[in-house]
């Protein structure tokens, strides 16, 4: 794969990551929402792990 695309992948992980931690930092968090972005946060690194 080529570099733009791993990077585009760690950006994505990155904008999860983010997204889950101000969730998670909310008074009643959307926990159907937390578990939605986790799986694909995982399947994310599961594709850079595989790509680079």
């Not at 080529?2 to 959307?30: G, M, Q, V």
């Amino acid at each position: 794969m080529s570099t733009s695309h791993l990077s585009a992948l760690r950006s994505r992980h990155a904008d999860l990551d983010a997204k889950i931690a101000n969730e998670e930092r909310r008074p009643a968090p959307d926990t159907a929402r937390l578990a939605q972005m986790k799986k694909q946060k995982l399947k994310l690194k599961e594709e850079m792990l595989t790509t680079g």
